[in-house]
């Protein structure tokens, strides 16, 4: 029987259910291109990999060709209204989730978040839904030069938490978390909630929610 001593999260699509802040942000950037207001289903699909990345990638699907200076200016305008109500209609994908937090830690095992999510928005939005104490580590986004998929941010917080591999379990939402995970050798398991449907087709464990993780995080193998 494996314990696993240290537990990291990834934030968006995992803790919290963000995308209906980022697609109001998203869709109020791209009123000064004329783009007429995008589902927050079509939103999802490109959430991940670093806001840079995840705006790249949402103006290819639309066909949009920017410079790069243009796509950085955007980038710059999003994070602007982003930060001002990063927590305006977001919420907890459980409303248990503090209860639940506070329970591994009463389990003696630490928890962290790794995410690539800017730090002031994340601090924000963890600090809005009170659960930011709870976090031993927090690795951002603009934390390192690189992001996830990129094994170093996992590895970092693991550093922080003074966390063997062994004893470390990842919970993450989306195919990147996954690879990050892979490259780091770190045990991950998905929640079946997230923005990331794709990740449903690996043949990997997965919590349906929160409280399972309780239950299952001393008996994975």
């Known amino acids: 029987m494996k314990k696993y ?16 802040d980022i697609a109001r942000c998203i869709n109020i950037m791209l009123q000064k291109r004329s783009v007429p207001p995008l589902d927050i289903e079509i939103i999802r699909r490109f959430i991940g990999g670093g806001t840079d990345i995840f705006i790249k990638k949402l103006y290819e699907a639309l066909k949009i060709p920017l410079t790069k200076d243009e796509l950085s200016e955007d980038v710059r305008k999003y994070t602007d209204i982003y930060r001002m109500e990063p927590a305006k209609t977001s919420k907890l994908y459980d409303m248990n989730t503090s209860s639940i937090l506070a329970s591994l830690i009463n389990e003696e095992i630490k928890i962290g978040i790794c995410t690539n999510k800017i730090t002031e928005i994340t601090e924000t939005i963890l600090k809005y839904f009170k659960i930011y104490d709870f976090f031993s580590i927090i690795v951002c986004g603009d934390s390192l030069p690189v992001k996830k998929p990129d094994p170093l941010p996992l590895l970092t917080t693991m550093k922080q938490m ?11 939402d989306t195919q990147i978390d996954l690879k990050c995970c892979q490259l780091a050798k770190v045990s991950f398991i998905g929640v079946r909630w997230g923005m990331d449907k794709e990740l449903m087709k690996q043949p990997i464990p997965f919590i349906n929610n929160f409280r399972e993780l309780v239950d299952i995080i001393s008996v994975l193998k």
């Not at 001593?5 to 209906?20: E, R, S």
């Not at 003074?162 to 993450?172: P, R």
């Open 162 to 172: 003074n966390a063997k591999t062994k004893d470390t379990l990842y919970v993450g």
């Open 5 to 20: 001593k240290n537990v990291i999260f990834d934030l968006d699509g995992t803790l919290i259910d963000t995308a209906p």
